[in-house]
């Protein structure tokens, strides 16, 4: 191995992604990140398309996926597993972690020769998991990676009595800069969580001060909460919504009354306490975070933040100060990063993060990057009092057939809140009106089920009239502050969820929306049958 030559890592969170990449990096290599539950189709293509050399895994579980794409793997010239898994001729080059140290030690090649790189030297490739195509690899330098850190820590600040829970992958750039870049530079305690699926008790155990996350898990609490509520007595609810209620108040700038000690021991301690008592700041970032998910939790005293950026630019480019707050937008550039509002509201921002290009795709460099060096973000934003305003997707736009634009991604954000719905897509691209397609929630659904008199186990029952005004009932409560425009019809319903398994979403937990309509076209159509 020769400086600059790539490197990929395949692992969950854990000592040993970290440690792996400080020595790649020691040595000039270039890391390419893997998410673990991506597709072999997908891991095989970035693995080819950066000539990586080197890929390490956890073990069997992971040879076991590569088998169908075994031929593609021949230019490794090592396949290292962390874990000792059992001799498989599919893979000669195959070796186990500690078999690999101690071969290099018996051979006496051991004393390799350290790397001082240079700041523009390339660092890492990171494939960004995108909604349609192919992904594309990222190129950032080093010094696009420890700048964007540094202005980040103003806007988060990261203490070394703080401990981090992290379970976002660590393939993902929030992931990577916030919760390990950060966190060693400032000396704080990073925890690995297990699982998502065991983040609540890691939670307990860990009692993080700091929490990094997607609005996905936010939402996940958030309506975890309002369910658990609904078994409450509606005195416990009542007190539920005027602690919110009040500590708001107290947010925006008042006092939150005479009440609100009484109320945050009795209630919104007991809530954050399920959180691990000690969260003093709670990062969201990757999408935007409904309204209503960040007003309940900071009327509960939490200090939750929203930022943004792009994998493009190392990745953040804003975040909300603690002191300057404001849930409604994405806070304020960090500092060296310029950013305006370009042709048709679109938010460029240029500065020392922005990537050095796409790998071996100049001409989406170019059409990323213009030639005065501001990056083109696709998103439509406004800027105030120096906060930035994310107001939606410029291609992310459907056009009804009465030429009316209608930008899904607020409603589909206010739909999800439902305890009843799990996920949910806006449909109507040249079509008369809005649909939906919608996955309900399974224990929600037997109980609504039930209530209508409906075998919740009958697929069948998903598709009854009853059903289907049941939740366009509970999809108009949610709609209810949107404008006219937003009039959802009719839906079509499931029970099975996207899912990066059946390549309806992203690693980064983003709806593949090209996908989903076109694995549902029937269904569609039969929601503008007669129209």
């Given amino acids: 191995l020769t400086a600059g030559d790539r490197v990929a890592i395949m692992l969950r969170n854990s000592p040993q992604w970290v440690m792996f990449e400080q020595a790649a990096l020691s040595l000039g290599l270039v890391v390419v990140p893997l998410y673990t539950n991506d597709r072999a189709e997908n891991v095989a293509y970035v693995l080819q398309d950066a000539g990586v050399k080197i890929l390490l895994v956890e073990g069997q579980e992971a040879l076991d996926m590569f088998e169908p794409i075994a031929p593609q793997l021949q230019g490794l010239i090592r396949l290292v597993t962390v874990q000792a898994c059992e001799e498989n001729i599919i893979y000669p080059r195959k070796i186990c972690l500690q078999e690999w140290e101690q071969e290099e030690e018996n051979s006496g090649s051991g004393n390799l020769q350290l790397v001082d790189p240079l700041p523009g030297d390339l660092a890492t490739i990171v494939y960004t998991s995108g909604t349609t195509g192919r992904p594309k690899g990222v190129m950032l330098s080093h010094h696009n990676i420890l700048s964007n850190a540094y202005s980040a820590l103003p806007n988060f600040p990261i203490y070394r009595e703080d401990l981090m829970l992290s379970f976002l992958p660590l393939s993902h750039m929030l992931e990577r ?70 500590g708001w108040r107290r947010f925006q700038g008042g006092s939150g009354g005479l009440a609100w000690p009484l109320l945050k021991r009795l209630v919104a301690n007991k809530v954050m306490a399920k959180l691990g008592g000690r969260l003093r700041l709670a990062i969201c970032g990757g999408a935007p975070l409904s309204p209503k998910v960040a007003k309940t939790f900071l009327g509960l005293g939490l200090n939750l933040v929203q930022g943004y950026g792009l994998t493009e630019t190392s990745p953040m480019v804003s975040g909300n100060p603690v002191n300057d707050n404001d849930p409604a937008s994405v806070g304020t550039p960090f500092e060296g990063v310029e950013v305006r509002i370009g042709e048709n509201d679109e938010l460029l921002v240029r500065g020392e993060a922005v990537m050095l290009g796409y790998w071996h795709n100049p001409e989406a460099t170019h059409d990323m990057i213009d030639d005065d060096g501001w990056l083109h973000t696709g998103d439509k934003a406004r800027i105030e009092n120096n906060h930035i305003y994310i107001t939606g997707r410029l291609k992310e736009i459907i056009v009804l057939s009465n030429g009316e634009k209608v930008p899904p991604a607020d409603m589909e954000m206010a739909i999800a809140l439902d305890p009843l719905i799990e996920q949910v897509l806006v449909v109507g691209e040249g079509r008369p009106y809005l649909t939906a397609l919608v996955v309900l929630n399974e224990p929600c659904w037997q109980a609504e089920a039930e209530r209508l008199g409906l075998n919740p186990a009958d697929p069948e029952s998903l598709q009854s009239k009853a059903a289907r005004e049941m939740v366009c009932e509970h999809i108009v409560q949610r709609l209810h502050d949107f404008p006219g425009y937003a009039v959802i019809r009719d839906v079509s319903l499931q029970i099975e969820p996207w899912s990066i398994e059946n390549e309806t979403m992203t690693p980064t937990l983003k709806l593949r929306r090209a996908a989903i309509l076109a694995s549902t076209t029937e269904r569609i159509e039969q929601l503008y049958s007669g129209h």
């Fill in 177 to 246: 800069t916030l919760g390990y870049y950060i966190p060693v530079m400032c000396g704080a305690t990073v925890a690995y969580a297990r699982s998502v699926q065991e983040l609540a008790e890691d939670l307990l155990s860990q009692r993080p001060t700091i929490l990094i996350s997607v609005p996905r898990i936010y939402e996940r609490v958030y309506n975890k909460i309002l369910t658990g509520l609904e078994e409450k007595p509606p005195f416990a609810q009542k007190l539920f919504h005027a602690t919110v209620e009040a």
